[in-house]
């Protein structure tokens, strides 16, 4: 693929003249084919005049090329008129020689044929009307309507050819529009075949809305889109979607931004989502989606973003209201112009259109932060498939220009993932689903990340709860079956309260307990003591009357040596009163 | 046929007819254009019209107003209404039914 390319960049590639069509330069990569003509076919009400106005108009406004428009149906007034609500101003333009209006008249009852003859009438007058103002782009706006002016086929079949080979040789970029044929994509069977590119604008109905869409069914020396892809007519013009091209080569930002609820900020390994990464917030009926996708807008205009809110279920006022019964204050940031809240019933519109409106917005608003709530209404405007390629188109847009995308959806049942986001949850870098975790008799909310691209994340389901002050995530309880939610949570407590308690009252008995032990051996010390005491009392009077007995019994030997005799029966005598 | 120089001299003494003839160069089939019609005028309408070749190469501006498309026209601007005739006018009555120059058969029928 690379190479391919860098070899054709080589070689001469076929010049494109851009229409400045919102869209379709992207699908045709870069635009009709210069030089050469294009045919627009479509059924009535497909906007192929308008397409051709509008590829005029932007070649004079864009890229300065006067442009040629020959009219077979509406004069030039009425054409003027019709597209005045757009913006085109074509008396301006043609005053200011940038744009010429023919208008070709054919009635059938004045022309009289009678032998042989030509078109180079037509030629003559496109060529002068060429010539005089320079033009390089040409409109021929139905050029069936020659088909009823005159009779002869073999001649127009003819002449309808040199005309091609003639704009051609002339070096200017047509655009041929043609009613679609039963069958076939032109009623003729003609132009299809002449032309150098041609585009099917195609208007549908299904289930009562209507879209219409443009396919590129050929063009010569060129690659181009191959699909069917939507387009609108808007108060702007034509734009054909996809808006964007659809490659993922978009800038990334380091930089975070917090979900508006301190706790489930901790539950990302960065505190919050990464800036521009889209984030989708599933949750059955109930689970309070929109108050943490308002949590989120008012955190967002706290850190002085701007905040871009789509309410497809709630009116503005209502959800002011509704959200500052919760603690959060939206009012003011309406006030001060950093949010907008766009409330629209999803059926109001069809699928594209409410893209369009989005991009509109986006691009007036310039807002640091998108929430779509919810995006699951917008099943109701189109099939699975449809949504899931407008909201592919729509995370695309807002990644490419840097902006945070929070979409809520609703999913049904439990558990079981919606056909919706699992178109969509491929897209998104963050997936952060709520639900009712049904206990006995009970509902409780919880919370918990599925994904989270580019950062660790908590695995646990944390419940929250409700307060007037926001949103509170509550502290994991894990209980001998898993996390407890609820009533069970608070039994839990009770439980674990009275455990402590028990505790408690446990460890005190075991302090008295101690005290008495201390206690009793303090006295049992104090009375071995007094024991003692009285041991040392007792050891202390025989030790002195011992003292006593020995000094009297020295002195009795001293007094004997000295005078032996004369009392000698006393001693003996007293001697046994010892 | 042999009332015919009278019928349309009788009938039509106080109209006039205004032609124009559009024709882009010399091309085979203007040239058989103009010879037929000069040949129908001067039958029919013998000093009592005008003729005015207008050559779109020289002219090319006044295509528009008249609405021509097709090479080579004959637009009758007088009597009204316009009426126009494509082609190289080489079928007589159609081109004399084109112009609402009545031969006198009709005439005589009525």
Redesign the interface.
């Given at each position: 693929m690379q190479k391919k390319t860098t070899a054709s960049a080589q070689l001469i590639s076929l010049p494109k003249a851009a229409s400045g069509i919102s869209g379709l330069d992207e699908i045709t990569e870069g635009g009709l084919p210069q030089g050469r003509p294009t045919l627009i076919c479509g059924s009535a009400g497909c906007g192929k005049t308008l397409m051709g106005i509008e590829f005029l108009v932007r070649g004079v406004l864009t890229y300065n090329e006067p442009g040629v428009l020959m009219a077979f149906e509406e004069t030039a007034e009425e054409l003027a008129a019709n597209v005045a609500s757009l913006g085109f101003d074509l008396p301006a333009l043609q005053a200011s020689k940038m744009l010429r209006v023919?208008h070709?008249?054919?009635e059938r009852s004045?022309?009289?044929?009678?032998?042989?003859?030509?078109?180079?009438?037509?030629f003559?007058?496109l060529?002068?009307a060429i010539d005089?103002i320079g033009a390089k782009r040409v409109v021929l706006d139905t050029i069936e309507a020659?088909f009823s002016?005159?009779p002869n086929q073999a001649v127009l079949r003819s002449e309808i050819r040199r005309l091609f080979r003639w704009l051609k040789d002339k070096g200017v970029t047509t655009i041929i529009t043609a009613e679609r044929g039963e069958g076939s994509l032109t009623r003729q069977g003609l132009e299809e075949y002449v032309s150098d590119c041609v585009i099917l604008l195609d208007n549908r109905v299904i289930d009562q809305i209507t879209t219409r869409r443009l396919r590129i069914v050929k063009y010569r020396g060129s690659t181009h889109g191959t699909n069917e892809y939507p387009y609108l007519i808007s108060e702007d013009g034509i734009s054909v979607l996809p808006v964007t091209s659809l490659r993922l080569e978009h800038e990334v930002s380091d930089q975070i931004v917090s979900t508006g609820i301190p706790a489930l900020d901790e539950m990302f390994g960065r505190k919050g989502f990464y800036q521009g990464s889209s984030v989708l917030l599933t949750g059955t009926a109930g689970t309070a989606k929109t108050t943490l996708a308002a949590a989120f807008a008012q955190q967002v205009c706290r850190n002085n973003g701007r905040c871009l809110y789509f309410a497809f279920e709630e009116s503005p006022q209502q959800l002011v209201r509704n959200m500052r019964s919760v603690g959060i204050q939206l009012g003011q940031y309406i006030e001060q112009g950093t949010l907008i809240i766009e409330a629209s019933r999803p059926t109001l519109n069809g699928l594209e259109r409410h893209l369009v409106t989005i991009h509109k917005l986006v691009g007036e608003f310039k807002p640091t932060a998108v929430v779509i709530d919810p995006i699951s209404n917008l099943i109701n405007v189109g099939n699975v498939n449809e949504v899931r390629s407008m909201l592919t188109r729509l995370i695309d847009f807002l990644k490419v220009n840097n902006i945070t995308a929070l979409f809520t959806s609703l999913i049904s049942g439990n558990m079981q993932m919606d056909a919706t986001e699992e178109g969509v949850s491929s897209l998104v870098d963050t997936w952060v689903s709520v639900r009712d975790l049904e206990g006995i008799g009970e509902r409780n909310r919880g919370l918990s990340i599925l994904k989270s691209r580019g950062m660790s994340h908590s695995n646990q389901v944390r419940e929250f709860i409700i307060t007037d002050e926001g949103v509170q995530l509550l502290d994991v309880v894990v209980g001998p079956k898993g996390i407890v939610t609820g009533a069970s949570r608070l039994a839990r407590q009770l439980q674990e309260q009275a455990q402590n308690l028990a505790a408690q009252q446990e460890l005190a008995r075991k302090d008295r307990e101690l005290e008495r032990r201390r206690r009793v051996l303090e006295a049992t010390i104090a009375n071995l003591r007094t024991e003692f005491e009285s041991v040392e009392e007792e050891f202390r009077q025989l030790n002195s009357e011992e003292q006593g007995r020995h000094e009297t019994s020295s002195q009795d030997k001293l007094r004997a040596s000295r005078t032996f005799m004369p009392t000698d029966p006393k001693p003996t005598d007293q001697q046994p009163n010892l | 046929m042999e009332n015919l120089p009278v019928d349309p001299t009788e009938a039509t003494e106080e109209e006039y007819w205004e032609l124009r003839l559009y024709v882009a160069g010399q091309t085979a089939k203007s040239v058989a254009a103009l010879a037929n019609l000069k040949k129908y005028c001067t039958q029919y309408l013998e000093g009592r019209y005008q003729l005015e070749v207008i050559d779109l190469l020289v002219n090319p501006q006044l295509a528009e107003g008249d609405q021509i498309l097709a090479i080579p026209t004959l637009v009758r601007k007088v009597p009204v209404p316009i009426r126009k005739i494509i082609g190289d006018l080489s079928n007589e009555e159609r081109v004399l039914v084109g112009l609402d120059i009545r031969p006198a058969v009709d005439k005589a029928g009525r």
């Open positions: 023919d070709v008249h054919i004045e022309i009289e044929e009678t032998g042989e003859y030509d078109l180079e009438g037509l003559i007058r060529g002068y005089s020659l002016g005159f | -």
